[in-house]
């Protein structure tokens, strides 16, 4: 079993940054992507980013391209995503989430098994 933990989120205001952390346990992350997905009141939940096992591939949502910067370190079973110049439309829960399938960066939520509790940010104008 595995679980998820992020911490983080906050309320700041527009132009701001936030940095995102997941921490997991109950097995090494190594071997298994990973990626953020936020969901907003009446939306459904969406892809930010995510990042291969080794950390060497990513995929960002055209929403946050050049905004958001995914990483993770392996040594430590962590996951990060910092954000930079938010805007309103940032405001969501935001969840970190495991793949157990081995050898890919999936993009849709359904291709996850494991998910954090969330963690609210609010960025406001």
């Known amino acids: 079993q595995v679980q998820l933990v992020e911490s983080g989120g906050g309320l700041v205001q527009a132009g701001g940054s936030l940095r995102l952390s997941c921490a997991a346990s109950?097995?090494?992350?190594?071997?298994?992507?990973m990626g953020w997905f936020r969901q907003a009141p009446g939306k459904e939940r969406d892809s930010v980013a995510t990042i291969s096992a080794s950390g060497d591939s990513t995929y960002y949502a055209d929403a946050v391209k050049d905004r958001f910067a995914i990483s993770r370190d392996n040594a430590k079973n962590m996951m990060y995503l910092y954000m930079y110049r938010l805007k309103p439309e940032d405001t969501a829960v935001y969840y970190c989430?495991?793949?157990?399938?081995?050898?890919?960066?999936?993009?849709?939520?359904?291709?996850?098994?494991?998910w954090g509790q969330g963690t609210q940010v609010t960025v406001s104008s």
């Open positions: 989430a495991l793949d157990l399938h081995f050898g890919r960066v999936a993009v849709h939520s359904a291709e996850y098994n494991y």
């Open positions: 109950g097995r090494n992350i190594t071997s298994y992507g």
